[in-house]
């Protein structure tokens, strides 16, 4: 695994800035939390180089461990990468979602620029990666055909409707909303596999889709921030997401390409820098008459800049790690690590920035994530049984 020094420093500032206390009040989480910002929002302090020595060591010790995740725990040992690849995809997906809402509700809320910061957000994804390319000892370039970039538009496309519809979302409504509403993907998925690509889903599967769906409702039933455009774009995110799972499946099964990729970081920097190519004229029109005033309260509000660029190099970072993690792990690992994530996410966020975590609106958010657990592993445990 090479890691720039960048991405590492990214990452070790806010592990090491942060302090979370869970008994802490939600004003002394957000004081101690690596952000200064103006009007009230804060910003990433880019600057900061604690424990960037650690996690360099961390990392260089990870590399050196046999892989295997599932194997390694079943022989006794522990599997010292895949424990700094939970924790680095679980840290870069907390911190994403806070430095993008920041970066959202300091440009204006409801009223900002939603399309304008997830397409910034992808090119600022697309830097690093051509950066990784430039760079001495960094990675190796991929070694791709023009047929092989035309296969990997579709899964672009995708990835950039999915990234800009829950910006979008998030930016109308409350992070821990978005997220609830997100976590019925699956749904979406089963839908979309069945009628666009004739794919077969089991009946435990399809039974377990009315629990995901009762849980979003409930939890949506005191939202106390709720829109139905955040409830719209959260939707339409899931379905691109849903297309996005089934392309990239399509896209992998291309004789040779894994291996004129070279890696998984040159597959995610691909798509990445076609993401922000299609979410250009998407911007032009949602927002692209409002550019001017985007540009000077850009220039004036720090807490809009540093959120930015670090909610960029948050989701680039947080999602190819969490494919490193993902391809070293068994299916119910997977969806015992997905599903916790999106409890951490839902949780830590609203403690930090103050969101709603009403009874009813827990209730249903539990009961959906278990709908969805329960959807990933149904089929296994029924086969379990069988046999």
């Given at each position: ?17 942060f302090g979370l206390n869970g008994a802490a009040k939600t004003s002394s989480l ?57 924790f680095l995809w679980y840290l870069g997906n907390y911190y994403y979602n806070i ?87 699956p749904a979406f998925a089963a839908v979309i596999a069945t009628i666009v690509y ?190």
């Amino acid at each position: 695994m090479k890691v720039s020094l960048l991405l590492v420093t990214v990452f070790a500032t806010a592990a090491s800035a942060f302090g979370l206390n869970g008994a802490a009040k939600t004003s002394s989480l957000v004081k101690s939390a690596p952000f200064v910002g103006a009007k009230g929002f804060p910003s990433v302090d880019l600057n900061t180089k604690q424990s960037v020595s650690t996690s360099l060591n961390a990392l260089a010790t990870a590399e050196d461990v046999p892989r295997g995740g599932e194997a390694a725990a079943s022989k006794g040992g522990l599997d010292v990468g895949l424990g700094v690849y939970f924790f680095l995809w679980y840290l870069g997906n907390y911190y994403y979602n806070i430095t993008n809402k920041l970066a959202l509700t300091a440009a204006g809320g409801k009223t900002g620029f939603p399309m304008t910061i997830s397409s910034i957000q992808l090119f600022v994804g697309s830097l690093y990666g051509i950066f990784l390319w430039l760079a001495p000892d960094a990675r190796s370039k991929p070694k791709i055909t023009k047929e092989d970039i035309v296969k990997m538009l579709p899964v672009a496309f995708c990835f950039m409707g999915a990234h800009s519809a829950s910006v979008f979302a998030m930016g109308m409504g409350a992070v821990s909303f978005a997220q609830i509403v997100k976590a019925a993907e699956p749904a979406f998925a089963a839908v979309i596999a069945t009628i666009v690509y004739k794919k077969k889903i089991s009946t435990a599967k399809w039974a377990c889709l009315p629990i995901i769906i009762g849980g979003v409702v409930l939890a949506s039933v005191k939202e106390l921030d709720f829109a139905w455009s955040a409830l719209i774009s959260a939707c339409i995110a899931n379905m691109f997401a849903a297309f996005k799972g089934n392309e990239n499946k399509k896209l992998m099964e291309t004789d040779g390409l894994k291996d004129r990729l070279g890696s998984i970081g040159n597959q995610f920097a691909i798509t990445s820098i076609f993401a922000f190519l299609f979410s250009i004229p998407v911007v032009a029109m949602k927002e692209g008459s409002r550019f001017g005033e985007f540009v000077e309260i850009f220039k004036s509000t720090p807490a809009i800049w540093h959120n930015v660029v670090a909610s960029g190099l948050w989701f680039y970072g947080y999602n190819e790690v969490a494919t490193m993690t993902l391809k070293k792990t068994s299916a119910v690992t997977q969806s015992v690590a997905n599903t916790a994530k999106r409890v951490i996410v839902i949780v830590g966020v609203a403690l930090v920035l103050g969101e709603s975590l009403a009874p009813v609106k827990m209730i249903g958010c539990s009961i959906g994530i278990g709908g969805v657990f329960l959807y990933s592993v149904i089929d296994n445990l029924l086969k379990k049984k069988d046999a």
